[in-house]
């Protein structure tokens, strides 16, 4: 089977390929790959036709394919992609104004079973390869004539997945996308979400490349975090947030926690005053996300106003944002990623709602 060179780094094409391609054609190969982002070899034109030939006998350029896409009314994307493997991981591109935001997966399922999340239903597959990860950031960009501007382009590892699970990968990801003579994105512009696996936090700390840190939080008590995150009772809470006071943050940057507010269960002014508590010494802002609702999910999404009372209370003593839904309709928005077809879509005319 051809070998997929998506997920190699510059060192690793001139080391890998050393047998059939000079060190100054490796470095244009990789260039080619990543930050002009051919789809194939015949398109790299900077490469005579001859080397062109000699790489399509053993190697792939390892991108994954659109399986389905799904349009939302608000603009949202929704990119059913198939692995090498013939297994499936989504993508979701969000699109505001002249900024674009590319939701990646890590992992083909998840193993961290949060019980208001879809995803949770699937279990763990596998992990993704560096190559499948920054794949899906090529494969968006390219379907989406995104050419230009990645200053205005964001990714978060938010998808599918714990990301800390399979953090080599995603680390390697993440060197290749913010290497300039790689994809080109900014540290500033990448966000990694985690439920909390405290080791691998550590680990993230030391890292030299890494993406920005946002924990889910979604509860103001042990009881009620362990009810609804499971991995809670291996990772205490008290002792996630002493990982969190010594993770070390970059001069331009904060720690974000997010907050699923679930309707009657973590939604309370009481959990609101709680959340303060707990992260009253944290360098930190809120990203509230009212439950996006879908089949098997137990729990309702709160009222507008409930939202509103949670987020004043927080937003007196730290910063403290809603975040706005996108792809509720096409199962696109957070904890609705479970490779979802259109029949099932057409099931659940709820989720139109606003």
């Not at 070998?3 to 510059?10: F, H, I, M, Q, S």
């Not at 709680?274 to 089949?295: C, D, E, F, Q, W």
Request: proline share 7%; hydrophobic share 40%.
């Amino acid at each position: 089977m051809p070998e997929p060179l998506l997920g190699l780094e510059k060192v690793d094409f001139e080391n890998h390929l050393a047998s059939i391609l000079p060190g100054y054609r490796a470095a244009q190969l990789y260039t080619a790959l990543y930050r002009q982002r051919c789809a194939s070899f015949s398109a790299i034109t900077t490469l005579p036709a001859a080397l062109r030939s000699a790489l399509e006998a053993d190697y792939v350029v390892g991108r994954p394919e659109i399986a389905q896409r799904f349009e939302s009314i608000d603009g949202t994307r929704r990119y059913l992609l198939r692995l090498h493997d013939g297994k499936t991981v989504e993508t979701v591109l969000m699109p505001e104004g002249e900024r674009n935001t590319i939701c990646v997966s890590t992992q083909v399922g998840c193993p961290v079973d949060c019980k208001f999340c879809l995803t949770a239903r699937m279990g763990l597959e596998r992990n993704l390869t560096a190559g499948e990860i920054v794949g899906q950031i090529l494969v968006t960009l390219e379907d989406n004539h995104l050419t230009g501007g990645l200053d205005r382009v964001n990714v978060v590892f938010m998808g599918m997945g714990e990301p800390l699970l399979n953090l080599p990968s995603v680390l390697k990801a993440t060197r290749i996308l913010t290497d300039p003579a790689g994809v080109g994105l900014s540290q500033k512009r990448i966000t990694l979400s985690t439920s909390g696996i405290i080791p691998k936090l550590d680990e993230l700390a030391a890292a030299d490349v890494r993406p920005k840190l946002a924990i889910s939080l979604n509860a103001s008590t042990e009881e009620s975090r362990r009810q609804l995150m499971p991995i809670t009772r291996k990772y205490h809470l008290s002792d996630l947030l002493e990982a969190c006071a010594r993770y070390p943050l970059r001069p331009w940057e904060k720690l974000t926690f997010e907050y699923v507010l679930l309707k009657d269960v973590n939604d309370t002014d009481a959990d609101a005053r709680r959340v303060v508590r707990l992260l009253a010494n944290l360098n930190a802002i809120v990203n509230l996300i009212a439950l996006n609702p879908g089949p098997d999910i137990p729990f309702e999404t709160p009222l507008p106003e409930r939202v509103t009372s949670f987020q004043n209370i927080l937003r007196r003593t730290m910063p403290c944002f809603v975040r706005k839904t996108r792809g509720r309709d096409i199962f696109a928005a957070c904890g609705q990623l479970k490779r979802t077809t259109t029949p099932e879509i057409e099931q659940f005319p709820i989720l139109t709602a606003p």
